[in-house]
């Protein structure tokens, strides 16, 4: 059986029916193994990194395994960023790199390149990837294949590398004879690491929410990484505890829900930051509790709460923030020990602290700024456009301040998904990412970006029309990186370096791959959004804004999180806060 062949059969075997890849001369033998099969599909994308970012976006939604492949030299080089966004936001995919024949391969010679576009992206690649290698010997490919996909789903998963020499993929090997990973002491090591949760542990945590007053949930992206947004609604249901999200964790509970509290966080919903900085009890679930969440000063998070945080990953435990329970444990695991043990359980009464937060939800709704007369204020239009995007199975946002807006103001309902770039917080995520959602669920998808970072990939307009995905693009146009521009502007007095330049006529380039496009200028305009959100295929809208918008609230450096920006004034946060204010620090120039 040529080598080539046993790949993608290996492939097949983990529900995998596309792969992402732009073509080059090391890697025709494995897209030519793709081409005899009718259960299998490449995608060919028009950059390396588009098709990182679809095979991460295909992976978060089907639950599975996202594969993407490039040729060496600078093919590989173009998945680099894709890579670390998988690693960062714990994504198993698995990324394939043709490499020069091991006889043109350098090895240990030194020197800086012997064959064509020969570089070594095992080491480049290492740092960003849970396991990374190159194969040198076509009799171990079933071994490295198994166990770079082992490593990649099991633990906290993340993005493997694999890297083919051309000669061996076109090597004969027969299937039967070759060692298997999972039989070897290797495997049985890894199974080893694995931890029980305890009973006792889980008596603890329940006691503990038993006497809280104001208990809170924080969901993290590791609840949709282990698969456990059913079993955190089910929590919730048996606990009624409300609950707060991190970015990467918007979507892990229905926003119907009446118990979810929006999004915490340096752009989070001022009501939230208020809600989690009140709680006495914060039972944290898969969230690394970066500084985007906490602030620039942990020390004040959640300070007078007893602190439960549970993560697969044991440096992440009271790594920022000092919890008072660690639990180091598989998030779904635990979720269902927990709803078994709650079956008897009797709700404590918390219902003034529900109503405190029904309260601070209805004085602080997330604007950005009071529009005049009919313009269009960015977290209004979110609200909008949620109202009218049920259809879709899944957002995928872009990285700038319209990523903000929508995680503060769009509404998600039922089942639907919204995929930010989180650790790496790469432009250009959003396009590329609606390709591999689209084609992991069949369904409609929204993509929701800025005029900068629509433009970083803006070349896969032609895999969407090519073949012919349902998705529909909203542009926020401020002709500005918006986020940086913002940061000068409180920091840097205004001088807005690199961040103001003039756009090209977005329509105009849509509309050259056949794209159906649209424009709101004012909030006068919905009647283009209506025929946008109807157009039947892919479609494009670009929103009007004005130069100087912003995201609002914003926590500052140096502010604890229930102190955001604009400033509440002092006495009226003190009313709001159940436990003793901050004092105030000067903020660094």
Partial sequence: MKLSDYVIDCLKQQGVSHVFEFIGGAIVHLLDSVSFRDDMECISVRHEQAGAFSAEAYARINGKLGVAMATSGPGALNLLTGIGSCYFDSVPCLFITGQVNTYEYKFDRPVRQIGFQETDIVS???????????????????????KAIYLAQNGRPGPVLLDIPMNLQRAQIEPETLASFYDSEEYFNELSKKSEISESVIADVIKMLSAAKRPLILAGGGVRVSNSAAALTQFVEKSGIPVVSSLMGIDVISHD???YSG?????????????LANCDLLLILGSRLDSRQTGTRPDTFGRSAIKIHVDIDYNELNSKVEATLA?????????????????????????????LIGALKEQFPTYSFTPVANEIEPNRFMELLSSKSEKFGAVCLDVGQHQMWASQSFKLSGEQRLLNSGGMGAMGFAL???????LANGEETLVIAGDGGFQLNIQELDTIVRLNLPIKMVVMNNSSLGMVRQFQDLYFEGRQQSTVNPNP???KIVEAYAIPAYQMN?????HQLEQFLNTNGPAFIEVKLE?????????????????MYPYLDREELKKIMLIDLVDEMDIPT
């Fill in 505 to 507: 006529s977005f329509i």
């Fill in 432 to 438: 590329p990412a609606a390709i591999g959602a689209s």
């Fill in 547 to 563: 130069k100087k918008t912003e995201v609002h609230p914003k926590l500052v450096v140096n502010r604890p999180i229930e102190d």
């Fill in 327 to 355: 639990v180091k444990a598989n998030l779904n695991e635990f979720l269902e020990k927990m709803n078994l043990a709650l079956t008897d359980f009797n709700k404590p009464d918390i219902s003034k602290w529900l109503n």
């Fill in 263 to 275: 999004l915490i966080g340096s752009y989070g919903n001022r009501y939230s930051n208020l809600i």
């Fill in 257 to 259: 829900n009446p118990l």
């Fill in 124 to 146: 480049v690649a290492k740092p960003l990837t849970k396991y990374a290698a190159m194969v040198t010997d076509p009799d171990q490919i079933r071994y490295e294949i198994e």
């Fill in 522 to 526: 004012t909030m006068d305009d919905i």
